[in-house]
């Protein structure tokens, strides 16, 4: 078996970048929290929009009819059945397979921040669903989702899904907040790993990478 040992030049120019790395990541994580709690304050969920909470004036649907005949309204699910029986990713979101009052089955995205729960907890009694609407779509195109929502039991209609998110919607926090510090520290060390070693180079303190020779001139 081969082993690869880094060469002295190139561990000290590996520390050094990291050490920095270190210290420009904590700051890209600083600035992370700041825009994430400033996007979290821009999407705040709004009683009487989409994705907000639905108050006692909201239509309660009970069937895709339901659904069809009313521009806003919420559902009613009992427990957390509506997120355990069925989920997909679609266009970047995760959408639940929900069953209706009626029985039939429909999928939404749904903000968990503004469920209701008429019971000591989401676990027990009935959750009241955030206001939402349809969004028309034709959900046989992605035949991945299906496959995932579909997993426990069949979507009753898949040419709409009801969004019960609207404007609340933002990066998931770890995403967010993560994906900028390690991006942040990758550059980090490709930029300043040449730096310092081309420095130890000048220096006559490690060994040159590259060495440049001009032609002469005849």
């Known amino acids: 078996m081969r082993r690869h040992i880094l060469s002295t030049d190139a561990f000290i120019c590996l520390c050094l970048s990291m050490l920095i790395a270190c210290g420009t990541g904590m ?6 929290e700041i825009v994430y709690e400033k996007t979290l304050e821009e999407h705040q969920p709004v009683d009487g929009e989409i994705g907000g909470r639905a108050d006692e004036t909201v239509f309660r649907a009970q069937s895709v009819e ?4 009313h521009d806003t309204f919420t559902i009613v699910s009992h427990g957390i059945r ?3 029986e069925g989920t997909g990713f679609h266009n970047n979101t995760y959408l639940y397979n929900v069953e209706l009052p009626s029985g ?3 999928a939404a995205r749904v903000n968990d921040d503004s469920i209701q729960s008429t019971g000591t907890s989401i676990f027990n009694g009935d959750n009241i669903l955030p206001l939402g609407h349809i969004i028309w ?3 046989t195109q992605d035949q991945a989702f299906l496959h995932q929502i579909e997993s426990i039991k069949p979507l009753t209609r898949k040419d709409f899904y009801v969004d019960m998110v609207g404007n609340t919607a933002v990066m998931d926090a770890e995403l967010a907040l ?4 390690i991006v942040t520290q990758v550059l980090t060390v490709f930029i300043f ?3 310092f070693h081309t420095i130890g180079s000048k220096l006559g303190i490690f060994p040159t990478y590259f060495v440049f020779t001009k032609k002469k001139k005849d």
């Open 178 to 181: 993560e994906t900028p510090k």
């Open 193 to 195: 790993y040449p730096i």
């Open 66 to 69: 339901d659904l069809l005949s």
């Open 104 to 106: 039939e089955r429909i």
């Open 137 to 139: 779509e034709d959900l």
């Open 27 to 32: 700051i890209a994580g600083r600035i992370a």
């Open 82 to 84: 509506y997120r355990n």
